[in-house]
């Protein structure tokens, strides 16, 4: 990305791990060999403000999320209406376009990213329904308080990572009835490694009819298996514009779309403003999840190794 082009920054919030150009990341990791099925990544994010400061901006994560905001005045405006909270644990389904997101003030947010299927190996909601929603861990029959309480002060981000993992371990052996489906792993790695393949020649290469795929994917994903990849595009795209992305698959991820003119009228569709808008803004909070996903995915694909150094650090 060129000097003229680099995304814009709040300089009023700050991190303990940033971007080269000053963006706020989060510490994130992928779980322990045992949990692999069933969480995608780990993640701690910690940015300081000023008391008072407001930051407008918003999410569109492809996947379920468990998220526990120690910190901050939280708004969403989901597809139910404008839900706000402070302290709280919550369940965020995945996003079909952009969900407006504002904090006040400094704030802690921890989480799990769920892979595909494991709401429903858990009991849990029906994912088609919780898209562009969110659900107080109080109306999932789930301990609040109890995960609230994991995370002492003084401990250290990894120590709160350990601290979910073992969570989601008792959480698994109390609630799951079953495997997630091994054919949306491997959905969830195809729109990793070519989101432009078509759904009929991905149903192929998975052997399971179109029919089943697209099932699965308004089962696992809470949308059709054609719209999984389209998001998983812009994603790429926008973490690309963001600058948390390998700058040499740079080239590859622009091929993707047929001109300029799709591009922006896609990326619109999804983000409610054109990529140029992207770049110029702010987007902290997009870009933390930007980051986190682009981590992982560089890793699933094999472009990074856990723990490596990422091209963007």
Known sequence: MSRSNRPGVDRAIVSPIATRDGQPISYS?????????????????IVGTPPEH???????SDFACIRIQLRGKWEATTADGV??????????????????????????????????????????????????????????????????????PDASPEDWVKAMECEMRS????????????????????????????VARLAEK????????????HRDFGMPPKQVLRRARALDMASHLRGVADQEEAEAIALRYYDQSHLIREFTAL??????????????????????????RLEEIRRLEP?????WE
């Not at 079953?178 to 969830?188: K, L, T």
């Not at 403003?273 to 930007?290: E, I």
């Open 171 to 198: 959480l698994i052996a109390d609630r799951a009835v079953r495997e997630p489906d091994p054919i949306s792993a491997h959905f969830e790695a195809a729109a990793f490694a070519d989101p432009t393949i078509s």
């Open 271 to 296: 983000f409610g403003m054109s990529p140029r808008q992207f770049v110029d803004r702010p987007q902290p909070l997009m870009t933390l999840g930007l980051e986190t996903r682009q981590a992982r």
């Open 83 to 152: 839900r706000t909270s402070e302290q709280a644990a919550m369940l965020f389904g995945p996003h079909s376009r952009r969900m407006p997101i504002s904090v006040t003030g400094s704030f802690i947010s921890i989480g799990i990213f769920l892979r595909p299927g494991v709401c429903h190996a858990l009991r849990g909601p029906d994912i088609a329904t919780l898209t562009d929603r969110l659900a107080p861990f109080a109306d999932l029959g789930m301990p609040e308080q109890r995960w609230l309480d994991l995370f002492d």
């Open 206 to 217: 998975l052997g399971v009819t179109q029919r089943r795929l697209e099932r699965i994917a």
């Open 307 to 311: 723990g490596e150094v990422k091209p």
């Open 29 to 45: 990791r992928a779980p322990a060999p045992d949990l692999d099925r069933w969480i995608g990544r780990l993640y701690v994010t």
């Open 54 to 60: 407001r930051l407008d901006c918003g999410l569109l």
